[in-house]
């Protein structure tokens, strides 16, 4: 290879941006594929796309505010879909429109697997990158990570049929009144039902346990992998940097030995591409570390389909609890017993038993109270045996995709570590020839 094919192929920088519009292309096709089989999916015929995000200002509860919005835009691929008369439709959003949207899908679905939404601030970076929320680098991987997310939703089976979904992609105005005007808030189970259900189930269900300890171990070992990988790009950058230094010294020995001087100034340019190659690579680095913060969201997801579970058999088993606490109380009237000791049999003591109309009014109080909860006892056991039926099968398609994507994404990296290492090499090689040439 010429030193000027070299010196092309080494200064020739990356488009970091055509880049993850490719992977995001990819994307789409992976979701079409695997969900061509499916009838009911919103990717089957409309393209959606997060693109624009622009800066902006207002007034939120008196006080003066800065906050980006992104344009969602979406395009109808099929003419003949009922309900979507525009060809194309725009929409501009806040990152909280996605949370509340987000927040809405998981409490009235709960037994999906709901995909997470990138993160609002910059963590498990290098300590050069960018942290301020409104920083253009992390701005546009919010994007790429927000349109990520709505690609998930249009491609699920569930939640791309679901209404306020379809609306937040289309409509602008008035769509928080109609978030709230379905109420959806009363139907989450407060944080003390959530924690008295994990500390006292008599029979946890074993399958639910080992996801809860899964979804553990998986952000566990993603929250190692991306601090080992930030304190390898801090160690990579300031030896790239480092490099920078030696091109001055050898610029300036250029300037004083003028028999090598352009061996010198060539290793030099050398030097200086090699310092300046490594902002490109740590910015792709962090593309895939946010591929992997997915996944760590992911983790919070399967936790709160465990933590409905295990609301709902909290709820079975209190119902059983008090059925069977009534009908020995049944069986004791009907034999004339007081039981052990309780303020009814203190009672008994002191005023006396109770008449036979008395006792005979307190069965048929108790026979109406067991009617009653053995319907609650039907109604919730159904509820339970739907709620673990779809989360099964939910989790069963999660746990497909996660395989897939996990071996893409690390698939790629060792790809682009490859290829980094290749252009390291050459970098070196040429500035070998510089040396040689002395």
């Known amino acids: 290879m010429a030193d000027s094919e070299k010196e092309e192929f080494l200064v020739e920088s990356e488009d970091n941006e055509a880049k993850q519009q490719e992977r995001n292309e990819n994307l789409k096709s992976t979701i079409k594929e695997t969900t061509a089989r499916r009838k009911t999916n919103l990717l089957q015929w409309m393209e959606i796309t997060v693109s624009e995000p622009e800066k902006r200002s207002g007034i939120s509860m008196k006080m003066q505010e800065t906050f980006t919005v992104y344009l969602i835009e979406t395009r109808v691929t099929d003419p003949n879909m009922k309900g979507y008369t525009e060809d194309t439709t725009s929409a501009w959003r806040r990152y909280s429109e996605f949370e509340l949207l987000r927040n809405y899908l998981e409490i009235t679905y709960p037994a999906v697997v709901v995909p997470p939404l990138p993160e609002k601030k910059a963590t498990y970076v290098w300590q050069k990158s960018g942290r301020d929320n409104f920083d253009p680098d992390f701005v546009e991987r919010r994007r790429a990570g927000l349109e990520i997310f709505l690609l998930r939703l249009a ?187 309780s303020l009814s049999s203190v009672k008994t003591k002191l005023f006396g038993s109770d008449t036979p109309e008395q006792r005979d009014q307190k069965i048929k109080q108790l026979e109406e109270q067991i009617a009653l909860n053995e319907e609650e006892l039907k109604t919730i056991t159904a509820e339970t045996q739907k709620f673990v039926e779809l989360a099964l099968r939910d989790i069963d398609r999660f746990e497909r995709q996660k395989v897939k994507d996990l071996k893409e994404i690390f698939t790629n990296f060792a790809i682009m570590q490859i290829k980094q290492c290749k252009k390291g090499i050459a970098i070196w090689t040429s500035a070998k020839d510089c040396f040689g040439k002395m």
């Open 155 to 341: 491609a699920h089976s569930t939640l791309s049929q679901d209404q306020i979904f379809q609306t937040f992609l289309k409509k602008e105005d008035g769509w928080k009144d109609m978030v709230y005007s379905t109420d959806f808030q009363n139907k989450a189970d407060s944080k003390l039902k959530a924690l008295s259900a994990s500390f006292r189930l008599k029979k946890p269900d074993r399958r639910f346990d080992e996801l809860k300890n899964y979804s553990n171990e998986l952000q566990s070992n993603i929250l190692s992998l991306l601090k080992i990988r930030a304190r390898l790009a801090d160690r990579l950058y300031a030896i790239h940097k480092v490099h920078g230094n030696y091109a001055r010294v050898l610029n300036e020995w250029s300037s004083i030995d003028k028999d090598i001087a352009d061996p010198l100034q060539g290793a030099a340019h050398y030097m200086d591409v090699f310092a300046n190659n490594v902002d490109g690579i740590l910015d792709e680095e962090e593309q895939y570390a946010d591929q992997l913060k997915e996944y760590l969201g992911f983790g919070d997801s399967l936790r709160f389909v465990c933590k409905k579970q295990e609301c709902l058999q909290y709820d079975l088993e209190r119902v059983e609890d008090s059925l069977s606490y009534k009908a020995s109380q049944k069986e004791m009237l009907l034999q004339g017993k007081t039981g052990g000791f």
